[in-house]
């Protein structure tokens, strides 16, 4: 198994799906006994194979590491980064199919369901994970351009407003990489969200005041494509 374990962590880690995929299948003692979320140790940065799978693009180790082998996305790395973490960054010099294979894996993670919970229901991906930056995966997103990846955030109410250690909503690091539409897109949600991280100005001034403030968002722009987190 040696043989076949080094190979198959090694084609992971260069990103190499279909070799991967080769050895994965050809080896009845890797794939049993394979665990997902075992760190490879402080020369990987504790990255596990489920790390290099979202890393990387590869949708179908993905999905297999997720369903059939109990892999767990919360699970973090030296980084302090989930795997959902790293399905978010990607280098700006990729291909349009990179990013696409970056938004499969992205929907795989939001739709993984793990462990029951006493409140009910089952474990799911943390979209508040911070890394050791205070990033969370949508920050990451917004940062590396993956507007598909963005959007399937938005959809499953990954937080707008939480800031990283620089201070920076996701909003502010989509406008300071230059990614005006992801800027405006989360702008549009900040500006409109019923979030539990803003302050309620009905409980503080009353309806009226509430009005007053949304009105002076509009009179003085922040509706647009210059809202008071991205100036």
């Known amino acids: 198994?040696?043989?076949?374990?080094?190979?198959?962590?090694?084609?992971?880690?260069?990103?190499?799906?279909?070799?991967?995929?080769?050895?994965?299948?050809?080896?009845?003692?890797?794939?049993?006994?394979?665990?997902?979320?075992?760190?490879?140790?402080?020369?990987?940065?504790?990255?596990?194979?489920?790390?290099?799978?979202?890393?990387?693009?590869?949708?179908?180790?993905?999905?297999?590491?997720l369903?059939?082998?109990?892999?767990?996305?919360?699970?973090?790395?030296?980084?302090?980064?989930?795997?959902?973490?790293?399905?978010?960054?990607?280098?700006?010099?990729?291909?349009?199919?990179?990013?696409?294979?970056?938004?499969?894996?992205v929907a795989l993670l939001l739709q993984w369901r793990g462990v029951p919970l006493n409140s009910g229901g089952r474990e799911r991906v943390d979209l508040q994970a911070q890394d050791q930056k205070g990033n969370t995966a949508l920050h990451c997103a917004a940062t590396s351009g993956l507007k598909r990846c963005v959007e399937l955030l938005l959809n499953h109410g990954s937080p707008l407003f939480i800031e990283n250690h620089d201070k920076f909503t996701p909003c502010d690091m989509a406008m300071r990489s230059n990614h005006h539409d992801i800027a405006q897109l989360l702008e549009s949600r900040m500006v409109f969200a019923d979030s539990s991280d803003t302050i309620n100005e009905a409980e503080l001034y009353g309806p009226e005041s509430r009005r007053e403030v949304y009105s002076g968002f509009k009179n003085s722009g922040l509706t647009g494509s210059k809202g008071p987190s991205c100036c």
């Not at 109990?70 to 280098?91: D, F, M, R, V, Y």
């Open 67 to 105: 369903n059939d082998l109990g892999g767990n996305p919360n699970k973090k790395n030296g980084c302090n980064e989930t795997s959902l973490h790293a399905a978010c960054q990607l280098s700006q010099q990729k291909s349009f199919s990179a990013q696409e294979r970056r938004a499969a894996c």
């Open 1 to 65: 198994m040696g043989s076949s374990s080094s190979k198959f962590k090694k084609y992971l880690q260069h990103g190499d799906e279909f070799a991967a995929m080769q050895v994965f299948q050809s080896s009845p003692e890797l794939r049993k006994n394979l665990d997902p979320n075992l760190s490879y140790g402080d020369s990987h940065h504790h990255n596990t194979a489920l790390h290099y799978a979202a890393k990387h693009g590869m949708k179908h180790l993905l999905r297999t590491f």
